[in-house]
């Protein structure tokens, strides 16, 4: 090792022993996780009722603060399995959200993600932390396309939700993102069982888009690209006429 080196490691050490972090204001840092699946031909998620001030009993998304030894996929993931019950689903990171006033609290940033999930998923997750944990809740997407913006979550009867803080942006983020990717990623990968039928795929794809898709068009389109593979399988119990079952043409046979 040269002096030269020796002496910018030396430099190094005394600057990192003399410095003071506390000059510096620092915020925190949080995560919230979307979870997005499709049921009954909408687009659902989970939310929790807060109990604690601040936005008490209000609806939110589920979060939490970074810890200071952890990455923030780790924190997401952490995220998932101690307040929803769920491991090894599909995540991404969506947006940072950093306006100043998110948070009376304090300062906090939140790095957003989504995860995308099968309806029987997350429907054992709710069912298993019961009224306690997050609920299971439909999405009302007011615009059209990705002009993107709010989204409101509907309690049982059809009314909105009072969230907290800012997570209709959040989810209005997350369905923007789901739709803008769904026609070059196989979004349904993980929306759906490893067997489907290309109506249990348009129905997906109604979902996330809003709006009703042409049958033919859609099956057409769907096997040109090669997206999916056949089973040779066909759906039992539904009728004298059951549907061919396929799958994705990236995942495995069973």
Do not use: C
Not at 36 to 65: C, M, N, Q, S, Y
Not at 221 to 249: C, M, N, Q, S, W
């Amino acid at each position: 090792m040269s002096s030269d080196t020796r002496s910018a490691i030396a430099g190094e050490e005394a600057f990192l022993a003399a410095y003071d972090a506390a000059q510096y204001p620092r915020p925190s840092v949080a995560v919230d996780v979307v979870l997005i699946t499709v049921h009954d031909g909408g687009l659902w998620t989970l939310l929790g009722r807060r109990e604690e001030h601040p936005a008490k009993d209000r609806w939110a998304l589920p979060g939490g603060f970074v810890e200071m030894d952890e990455s923030l996929d780790a924190a997401a993931e952490r995220v998932l399995t101690e307040k929803v019950g769920l491991a090894d689903v599909f995540t991404e990171q969506l947006f940072t959200f950093g306006s100043p006033d998110r948070d009376p609290r304090t300062r906090v940033i939140s790095v957003a993600y989504y995860a995308l999930v099968e309806p029987a998923l997350l429907e054992r997750a709710s069912a298993a932390r019961g009224d306690a944990g997050h609920r299971r809740v439909r999405l009302a997407v007011p615009w059209q396309g990705e002009a993107g913006g709010p989204v409101d979550a509907l309690d049982a009867h059809g009314s909105a939700l009072p969230l907290a803080f800012d997570h209709a942006e959040i989810l209005g983020m997350a369905v923007k993102r789901i739709r803008g990717k769904l026609d070059y990623a196989p979004i349904g990968f993980a929306l759906l069982p490893t067997a489907f039928s290309l109506r249990d795929l348009r129905i997906v794809h109604e979902a996330i888009l809003g709006r009703a898709l042409n049958k033919d068009s859609f099956r057409r389109r769907i096997l040109d690209r090669g997206l999916v593979v056949a089973t040779g399988k066909r759906a039992a119990g539904v009728g004298h006429r059951p549907p061919e079952l396929y799958r994705f043409a990236d995942r495995p046979a069973a």
